[in-house]
């Protein structure tokens, strides 16, 4: 039987065509199509007045392996529940676990769960100095063996960062690039103290490569102290490497961004590093990230695309981050809404922020797996 949806009456954001305007989409079978071609008798029609509608939103570092790692945190909780319709782990775990984590989170979770697997065998299971010890990386039979296999595995995570590879220096992200070039896809780089300093860790970066926690405030960051960029991160972003935001307890600086925005207009990403101990304070969620940069003035349509489409070009994905006809309908629906409120980023630095971003439902293959009827007077309805 054909299941026809569309929604209408909301402020569609369409990161291909870098538009915002009201119309209609629709959905047939859980694949988006025009929303001319349903003409049939019995679709259902959501009301998305008052609201914004766009591909479903990417978060692109998170946490979820719970029961294995100590920081983890439910997939739906930071995923649908918050308006994310597709979340990928960044690292919690490695090759030795893959197999539990597919069972305990990809496999329960209504958030689709992709995943960047820790160089590590153990991930983020048994320590945090997961690349302390260089006999726990991953072979290159092992990493081409599970890369065959799953799927949802995305790229590789090297976190490098002092309290993580003690005294393996630089050696593991040399490590990440030959398995990176032998199975084509991208490393997800993890930056924060020293050692290895970025002079070290950016020449290993190729076009397509991730620095997530890219605007941190610590020392020895992308900036030098006169507010540019350091050469080496330069090359980098002229290469094509990507710069995240994965924003966590302690790696995400307005001053950082904003000095950055003043004289780079590279494209960025937006995730959100929630694990189960910044959830409350001071990451919150995707949106609450989102709201963030909305207050330090980035147009709405570049956040949306920076988790979205360019999200989505970063994990290689075509089929999501999109309204394209064809392609799954993830669809996150949200409300801005008029509420001052402070905001933090991991410095402590308080902004003011005059409205947030509210989720107010959520589609995953066309079908509504959330819908928060508090936030609007205007509920959805079904025409039937
Ligand atoms: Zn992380």
């Known amino acids: ?39 049939s008798e019995n679709e259902t029609y959501i009301d998305a007045e008052g609201c914004y509608v766009s591909p479903g939103f990417i978060d692109m570092h ?37 197999a539990a984590f597919k069972r305990k989170v990809i496999e329960p979770s ?6 960047f697997l820790n160089i590590s065998r153990k991930g983020l299971t048994s320590s945090l100095s997961e690349l302390a010890n260089l006999e726990d ?8 063996e599970i890369f065959d296999k799953e799927l949802s595995i995305v790229g590789l995570k090297a976190r490098m960062s ?27 780089v993890h930056i924060g ?48 490497v990507l710069f995240d935001i994965g924003h966590g307890t302690s790696s995400f600086s307005y001053e950082t961004l904003m000095k950055f925005r003043e ?7 937006t995730s959100t590093d929630l694990y189960i101990k910044n959830y409350q304070k001071p990451v919150c969620s995707l949106m609450n990230t989102m709201s963030k940069l909305l207050e330090l003035g980035v147009p709405l349509i570049e956040i949306v695309k920076s988790v979205t489409l360019g999200a989505a070009n970063a994990l290689g994905a075509s089929d999501i981050g999109t309204f394209a006809q064809g392609t799954k309908a993830d669809i996150t629906i949200f409300k801005l809404i008029e509420q001052p409120t402070i905001l933090l980023d991991s410095e402590g630095v308080e902004l003011e922020a005059k409205q947030i971003l509210k989720p107010y439902m959520v589609l995953r293959n066309g079908k509504v797996v959330y819908h928060d009827e508090s936030t609007n007077s205007k509920r959805a309805r079904d025409n039937r």
């Open 263 to 269: 004289q780079y207009d590279n494209p960025f990403t």
């Open 193 to 240: 103290n020293p050692p290895p300093n970025l002079q070290e860790i950016f020449p290993l970066l190729y076009k397509g490569d991730i620095v997530t926690h890219a605007f941190h405030g610590k020392k020895h960051g992308i900036l030098n102290a006169e507010g540019n960029l350091i050469p080496e991160a330069l090359d980098a972003l002229k290469r094509g």
């Open 62 to 98: 998170v946490h979820i392996f719970t029961g294995y790692t100590e920081l983890g945190i439910d997939a739906d909780r930071v995923g649908i529940e918050q308006g994310v319709t597709t979340v990928v782990d960044a690292g919690s775990t490695g090759y030795l676990d893959y």
């Open 162 to 188: 002092g309290s993580v590879v003690k005294n393996s220096g630089i050696k593991p992200l040399e490590h990440a690039r030959m398995l990176a070039d032998c199975l084509n896809v991208p490393i997800m």
């Open 110 to 115: 209504q958030t689709e769960v992709l995943s």
């Open 137 to 144: 990386l991953m072979s290159m039979e092992e990493a081409k």
């Open 1 to 39: 039987m054909i299941h026809d949806i569309i929604i209408k009456s909301g402020y569609v954001i369409d990161p291909e065509q870098n538009t915002i305007e009201m119309k209609e989409i629709g959905v047939r079978n859980g694949l988006f199509v025009a929303p001319n071609e349903i003409i």
